[in-house]
């Protein structure tokens, strides 16, 4: 089928090229009534703008690219439809790109690939550091997310992760649980986040007297439910004793309920358990998740303010933004 034209919308409305080039760019001296008119023929015919063509008149796409390390992980697949929300809302498209972590996907995020497709990119790096960022980023609007790289001249986004499983441990311990463990750590994590997740658990300890036991830090082999079921269950057999589990993720968490339910361990009378991201499935657990729930929408919309201004020419320093975050409080750890 042939491709739909301006000039096509143009006579369909009944008005000049110009008319509907307006509309299209959503300028604001364009009456409502012959707004509707052109936006109609455009429905009608299926009109989409060439996105070079709109380049070459504009600087701008229209467009930005999402690159994000898993497309299927509750968090992210959350975070990407509230992304894709604020966007229409803000009149860009999204393309979305998985990394899967992987080195050379996340390179090409900030190399040749978006060249002259997107007018920004937010990027959730795993693999890349610092100053591969730094030596990488010269051109396309960039806004970071996450905990592994934080440029000086690159704007980020984040929650503060120390403090958010410093909550979830002092809520943990404000019902009487002593003996609490942290699921899980990886031999491979290459993210900054299970690292600040440990030590917000390891202050909270501390700051309640609790002595640091090695034995209640459990590994687990990858970031699946599954390895959280063998993580804990390895342990039960081991004979570790604990009364409370805080999970870096909800994906462990769900495995740790499982495995005490296979273990005929009563949460939370015997064990509590608080999981993190609050993703949807939290409230479809048996009993229901206790999470840390990271502000999923500040930080779209920090991410896209952030982005906007760069897109505009803000050329400065970066800026890095401290959302917030809560525990959202259900059955597997109640409050006391």
């Known amino acids: 089928m042939a491709r739909v034209r301006l000039i096509d919308v143009a006579e369909l409305a009944g008005v000049s090229m110009k008319t509907v080039s307006n509309v299209v760019h959503d300028y604001p001296h364009v009456?409502?009534?012959?707004?509707?008119?052109?936006?109609?023929?455009?429905?009608?015919?299926?009109?989409?703008?060439?996105?070079?063509?709109?380049?070459?008149?504009?600087?701008r796409t229209g467009m930005v690219a999402l690159a994000i390390p898993e497309i299927d992980h509750p968090y992210f697949s959350e975070l990407s439809r509230h992304i894709a929300e604020e966007a229409t809302r803000r009149g860009y498209r999204v393309l979305i790109e998985q990394t899967l972590s992987d080195p050379t996907?996340?390179?090409?995020?900030?190399?040749?690939?978006?060249?002259?497709?997107?007018?920004?990119?937010?990027?959730?790096?795993?693999?890349?550091?610092?100053?591969?960022?730094?030596?990488?980023?010269?051109?396309?609007?960039?806004?970071?997310?996450?905990?592994?790289?934080?440029?000086?001249?690159?704007?980020?986004?984040?929650?503060?992760?120390?403090?958010?499983?410093?909550?979830?441990?002092?809520?943990?311990?404000?019902?009487g649980r002593r003996r609490i463990a942290f699921l899980a750590v990886t031999a491979d994590d290459i993210t900054g986040s299970t690292s600040q997740r440990l030590l917000g658990y390891q202050q909270g300890l501390l700051e309640a007297g609790v002595r640091l036991d090695p034995a209640l830090v459990l590994e687990a082999t990858e970031f699946t439910a599954e390895a959280g079921v063998?993580?804990?269950?390895?342990?039960?057999?081991?004979?570790?004793?604990?009364?409370?589990?805080?999970?870096?993720?909800?994906?462990?968490a769900?495995?740790?309920?499982?495995?005490?339910?296979?273990?005929?361990?009563?949460?939370?009378?015997?064990?509590?358990?608080?999981?993190?991201?609050?993703?949807?499935?939290?409230?479809?657990?048996?009993?229901?998740?206790?999470?840390?729930?990271?502000?999923?929408?500040?930080?779209?919309?920090?991410?896209?303010?952030?982005?906007?201004?760069?897109?505009?020419?803000?050329?400065?320093?970066?800026?890095h933004v401290v959302v917030g975050h809560s525990l959202v409080v259900r059955e597997s750890a109640p409050g006391h």
Request: hydrophobic content about 50%.
């Open 105 to 175: 996907a996340e390179r090409a995020v900030l190399g040749d690939r978006e060249a002259g497709l997107v007018d920004g990119v937010i990027f959730h790096p795993v693999q890349m550091e610092t100053l591969d960022i730094a030596k990488l980023d010269a051109g396309t609007p960039l806004v970071l997310l996450g905990e592994a790289a934080m440029p000086v001249m690159t704007d980020h986004v984040m929650i503060d992760n120390v403090q958010a499983a410093l909550d979830a441990t002092r809520h943990l311990l404000s019902s």
């Open 31 to 59: 009456a409502p009534a012959l707004r509707s008119r052109v936006q109609s023929a455009i429905d009608q015919l299926g009109y989409r703008p060439n996105l070079t063509a709109r380049r070459l008149a504009t600087g």
């Open 254 to 319: 769900i495995g740790a309920l499982k495995a005490l339910q296979a273990a005929a361990r009563s949460v939370p009378a015997d064990v509590a358990v608080v999981g993190w991201d609050n993703t949807a499935l939290a409230s479809y657990t048996s009993p229901t998740l206790t999470s840390v729930s990271p502000d999923k929408a500040a930080i779209v919309v920090a991410a896209f303010d952030l982005l906007e201004e760069r897109i505009a020419g803000y050329r400065g320093v970066g800026r």
């Open 230 to 252: 063998r993580a804990v269950t390895e342990a039960i057999v081991r004979g570790v004793e604990f009364d409370g589990v805080m999970c870096r993720d909800d994906r462990f």
